[in-house]
C-alpha cells in the first residue's frame, strides 16, 4: 500500500498564501501522502514562509522537500492520471467524478501498473483551476458538499481528497503481482507531445486552419485523455505523425496555386 502514497502528487497551482501551503503540507502528512508540488506559484519561496512553517505544524519536512515548478505542465510530466478539483461546472471538459469516485480510480490506476502515478490538482485559492489547466487534466472532480454554500479553502478540500485516497488505499486487496498483466500507460509529457504532433500533423494535411482553430484542439486533447493511452499506442501515433509529415501537402499546394493568380 505504501507504494501507492509514493506514487500520489498533490499539485497547488498559482497558490499565493503561505498559510494553505502549510496547511496542505500538515494534510498530507496526516494521512501518509509527502508529495507536494507548488505550480507557478506568485513567489518562488512561498513554501519557506514563516505562516507556512507555523501552520504545517509539524509537516516542515513536507515542506522541505516540495517541488517547484514554473507550469502545470512540468508538474504533470510523470502523472499518467490526473484529477482537477473544481466546483465549476464546465460547458466542455473530461469526465466529471467525485472524490469518492476518483479515489476507487486511483486506487485500479496505481494497481494496475507499477509505472502509474497520479496527481490532485487544486487552482488559486481565489478562482481555482481555469479552462486551460483543466484542459490538461484526465477528469473533473469535485467534492459533494452543501449546493447554497460549497466554499471549501484549498487546504480543506485537499484533506479531504487525501483522506479519501487513503481509505480506497488501505481498502485495495489486489496483490502487486497484477501490475505485469498491463501494458504500460504513457505518462502526461508523452502524451502532451503527441498531442503537438498530431496538430502539426493536422495542420500539415489541411485538416486544422491554425488562423481558424476553433475548438478541434481541445476535443482532440479531451479524447486523448479519455483514452488512457500506453506508451505503445503513444508511439505509434507519433509513428503515423511523422509519416503524415513527409507527404507533400495538399493544403500548401493550394495556397501556392492561389498565390500564383
Known amino acids: ?22 496547511s496542505a503540507a500538515r494534510a ?8 507536494l508540488v507548488l505550480a507557478a506559484p506568485q513567489y518562488p519561496d512561498l513554501h519557506k514562509h514563516p505562516d507556512a512553517i507555523a501552520l504545517a505544524s509539524g509537516a516542515v519536512d513536507i515542506l ?7 507550469t502545470l505542465e512540468q508538474a504533470l510530466a510523470p502523472i499518467t492520471l490526473a484529477f482537477g478539483l473544481t466546483a465549476r461546472s464546465r460547458d466542455m471538459g473530461p469526465p466529471v467524478v467525485d472524490i469518492r469516485q476518483a479515489a476507487i480510480e486511483s486506487t485500479h490506476h496505481l494497481s494496475d501498473n507499477s509505472n502509474t502515478q497520479i496527481a490532485i ?10 479552462n486551460q489547466q483543466i484542459s490538461l487534466c484526465h477528469r473533473i472532480c469535485h467534492i459533494p ?11 480543506q478540500a485537499l484533506q479531504l481528497a487525501a483522506w479519501e485516497l487513503r481509505y480506497a488505499y488501505s ?10 498483466h498491463h501494458p504500460l500507460l504513457a505518462s ?15 495542420e500539415h494535411i489541411g485538416f486544422l486552419n491554425p488562423a481558424h482553430p476553433k475548438k478541434l484542439m481541445p476535443r482532440m486533447r479531451h479524447w486523448f485523455n479519455r483514452s488512457q493511452l ?32
Not at 121 to 130: F, N, T
Not at 194 to 200: A, R, V
Open 1 to 22: 500500500m505504501q507504494d501507492y502514497f509514493n506514487r500520489t502528487r498533490f499539485i497547488m497551482v498559482g497558490t499565493s498564501h503561505p498559510g494553505n501551503v502549510g
Open 28 to 35: 498530507i502528512k496526516t494521512m501518509g501522502f509527502k508529495e
Open 64 to 70: 522541505d522537500t516540495a517541488i517547484i515548478c514554473n
Open 121 to 130: 490538482i487544486l487552482g488559486p485559492e481565489r478562482i481555482g483551476l481555469d
Open 145 to 155: 458538499a452543501n449546493p447554497a454554500y460549497n466554499s471549501l479553502n484549498v487546504a
Open 171 to 180: 481498502s485495495q486487496v489486489k496483490e502487486s503481482t497484477t501490475h505485469d
Open 188 to 202: 502526461h509529457a508523452k502524451v502532451e507531445a503527441l498531442i503537438q504532433h498530431w496538430q502539426e500533423a493536422l
Open 230 to 261: 500506453t506508451q505503445e499506442e503513444t508511439d505509434m501515433m507519433r509513428g503515423v505523425c511523422t509519416q503524415i509529415l513527409k507527404l507533400p501537402s495538399p493544403f500548401s499546394n493550394h495556397q501556392e496555386s492561389d498565390n500564383n493568380k
